[in-house]
């Protein structure tokens, strides 16, 4: 039986660092990177990243999107990636932001959390705009099989403060999605297996973030202009926040020397001060 992943995470970062890398293979990184924008670049794209990162860095963030544009062919190169990064001792939340009413949200549930699903990974991101209460299956299936979720509260773009910020029964939308995820991670030891997804390009976040008890995925630096200082100035001395950057590493490839240099650099920069 698996550990809860709120406590493999926080085994991962201790021993490798804290940073996610997304691995997006944009059509325009596979031209950049002289590939074919066909199944044959993208799973030399895919794999190639995999080669670099995944034995130094503590989670990779394959976007699922990318894949599925190429079939059912560019689906099974996402599912070699989930295991071969896994094998490669990196943990895999895999990018595919799912919401649904409660009875399809369990079929969600079962394909990316499920035990024995080929594109099963060790957390996945997922949006609470449908309520939070609908995602209960995939945070039942999660934790009943020592997985993860990262559920949307502040994304980072900017179109989402018009629905994030927005107030509701007296707090901020974003406010209940974090009040939702510290109820299901009390308790937990060193953390619970209930993430949010809060920006490192937010600024002030508005929000009491004290008892979450879990970890934060902060997309945003790198490409989209947040940076270490951003970091500290969005979270502060926060435990458990978890930079993901995607182009701004990937940009080094082809060369996996010069992918893995980039991405242990963005690591030691990103560091926790
Ligand atoms: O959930 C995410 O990963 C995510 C949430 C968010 O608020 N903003 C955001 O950029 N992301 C994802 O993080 C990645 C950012 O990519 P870069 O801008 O290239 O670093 C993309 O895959 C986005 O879909």
Redesign the pocket.
Known sequence: MRAPFGARLAESVAARGRLCV?I?P?PGLLDAWGLPQDVSGLERFALTCVEALAGEISVL?P?SAFFEAYGSRGVAVLERVIAESQAAGALV?L?V?RGDIGSTMAAYAAAYLGEGSPLAADAV?LSPFLGFGSLAPAIDEAERTGRGV?V?A????KE?ASVQRAVGDGKLVAQTVVDEASLRNAGADPMGSVGL???ATVGETGLDLSKLNGPI?A??????GAGAADLDRVFGPMAHVLP???????KHGPDVAALRTAALRARDELAAG
Do not use: E, W, Y
């Open positions: 997304g997006d944009h963030k976007q939340l990018d932001k991101t990262f949307l502040l994304t980072s773009n989402g997804v809060i920006g995925l997309p945003g630096v790198g490409a989209q993901t950057s995607s182009r701004d590493v990937l």
